[in-house]
């Protein structure tokens, strides 16, 4: 059934519907539940690290490629994902907290459709609570900077579990629900609580194919109002767990109308028992810490501060596994020097760390340099950071303080970043083939022509490996002289005999040439000519 509605999908990430399969869930309070026995068994961390890591593919062959595949190919480190100790916990809370929130809510008990009602009228202000009602359902909130991937580890972990589960029949009893496992919104930016209704019956009407946002979301519609549609909604369809994503907004909401808005999330947790989980920065911390109801709701599992990495052994395991994914010609491991100096530039941001290493290989290709440096590391943060510069300084400081000041971290364009270091490679490509070098090179001494004649001589597999390198030579005096080359080229046998040794010493015939300086990198030549 699709959806009529022309309201853009506020699910960016839809998860599986499924009909539903039952299993049992090996612990006795949780029997006799279908909401419970449908869903996956319970993992290990073993089967939890296994599920949530994600590797691209990667060949060693695919190093060997031209430049402007690899270009490409360099991108696929963004998929990367490392499990780590704190997304193993995280996907503990999320198992635990699903399913004790269903543990009151079982459809097949006569409780339930009873209180189905008294739940939703509870959550009207004159209303007189019910005692007899219970709610098993916990909470917690997650606070932290952004790029640490509080998003991308909570989308990860939900995707083990169908976002639908179809029911039809259950042990050879008509039973009829579609149940949603999970939801995530994103708190709207205006902080209010009708916003966030609409959001939510459009939210379902995408995934359902429903008509909600028609029936209950009308402009003329008040808080009041939508509330309790919402509340009636979440409950006929059974939603494990509402995630509220970017709960920060609530700072903008207009006087009163974060805590209005804290107040409904406590609604839904203690009335009509979904489990509610809050994700924001520490912009958020204010605002979360000073409404004790919703402080003590939201540490159910535990409040969770998600900090950077430290720069411990933690940290040298990811980049470790991160440093698999190479595309430059020359490899090369990761030594202290090199995670010291990425933990630096980033301070153990993690979606920080992964571009600034795929930008790294980018300049390494793009500069003919072909390995990835400490100087290289340093260069591309600096370019690429500078608008995460204040965040990163009070995070080397350890000002917190100024971190709830902060209104964002920037996002790295790298892909205005990539482009931008293509287009120089292509204009060093126009450089030297401009008539100006062509003339140079025609006039040059003979040494040129030599070298021409034996990268097209196939006996010489050595240099014909150069033919295939970008090679920039001083031709004349002045960039001799620029580039501090202590010898000029004279002797036609003296490029035979460097590649010779060379190879004597397990280099390669480019890398033997440059070390003895006859091999200069296109782009120095470019900035020197900018700066003229």
């Not at 060693?60 to 100790?85: A, D, S, W």
């Not at 946002?213 to 369809?237: C, N, Q, W």
Request: proline letters at 5%.
């Amino acid at each position: 059934m699709t959806s009529n509605n022309s309201v853009p999908s506020l699910l960016v990430g839809k998860g599986q519907i499924v009909p539903a399969s039952y299993r049992d869930p090996l612990i006795a309070s949780y029997r006799d539940n279908p909401l419970i026995e449908a869903l996956p068994s319970i993992l290990s961390e073993e089967e939890a690290m296994n599920f949530l890591a994600r590797y691209p593919q990667y060949a060693e062959e695919e190093r060997l490629l031209p430049n402007h595949l690899r270009l490409h190919l360099v991108q696929n480190v963004l998929q990367f994902f490392e499990p780590l100790p704190i997304h193993l916990d995280l996907e503990q809370r999320f198992s635990r907290m699903i399913r004790a929130g269903y543990q009151a809510r079982n459809p097949l008990t006569a409780d339930f459709w009873r209180d189905f009602q008294q739940r939703i009228d509870n959550l009207n202000p004159e209303a007189v609570p019910k005692n007899h009602l219970r709610s098993t359902a916990t909470g917690f909130t997650i606070i932290g900077i952004s790029g640490v991937g509080k998003t991308t580890a909570i989308e990860a972990i939900l995707s083990l579990y169908p976002q639908v589960i179809v029911h039809s029949q259950y042990r050879n009893r008509n039973f009829t629900l579609m149940q949603i496992v999970w939801l995530k919104l994103d708190c709207p930016f205006d902080g209010s609580i009708k916003g966030l209704c609409l959001n939510f019956f459009h939210a379902i009407d995408d995934l359902l194919g429903t008509h909600y946002s028609k029936h209950y979301g009308g402009s003329k519609r008040t808080v009041d109002e939508l509330i309790p549609f919402m509340a009636r909604i979440a409950s006929l369809h059974c939603i494990g767990v509402l995630v509220i994503d970017e709960i920060q907004h609530l700072n903008e909401a207009k006087s009163g109308g974060y805590k209005k808005m804290l107040n409904f999330f406590v609604q839904l947790v203690n009335t009509i028992g979904i489990p509610v989980v809050l994700v924001g920065t520490y912009k958020a911390m204010s605002v979360l810490s000073g409404e004790f109801r919703q402080t003590r709701r939201g540490s159910g599992q535990g409040d969770l501060v998600w900090d950077r990495m430290a720069e411990d052994e933690v940290w040298d395991l990811f980049v470790e596994s991160l440093w698999r994914y190479q595309f430059v010609r020359r490899s090369c491991l990761p030594n202290p020097k090199i995670c010291h100096a990425l933990y630096e530039v980033t301070q153990g941001i993690t979606d920080f760390a992964v571009k600034v290493y795929m930008l790294a290989q980018v300049r390494a290709i793009t500069t003919e340099k072909e390995v990835i440096t400490e100087s290289i590391i340093r260069s591309v943060a600096q370019d690429s950071l500078r608008l995460a510069q204040p965040i990163l300084l009070a995070l080397k400081t350890g000002n917190i303080q100024s971190l709830k000041n902060i209104e964002d971290v920037y996002p790295i364009n790298y892909l205005s970043l990539i482009e931008e270091m293509k287009n120089n490679l292509k204009i060093v490509g126009k450089i030297n083939s401009s008539p100006l070098v062509n003339k140079n090179i025609t006039n040059s001494e003979d040494t040129n022509t030599d070298t021409q004649n034996m990268a097209n001589n196939p006996s010489q597999p050595e240099v014909k490996a150069i033919s295939e390198e970008p090679i920039n030579i001083a031709q004349n005096k002045s960039l001799k002289k620029k580039y501090h080359i202590s010898k000029t080229i004279s002797d036609k046998n003296s490029l035979r005999d460097i590649i010779s040794t060379g190879v004597e010493k397990g280099m390669v015939a480019y890398e033997a040439l440059k070390q003895k300086g006859y091999i200069r990198s296109a782009t120095e030549y470019l900035l020197e000519e900018i700066e003229k």
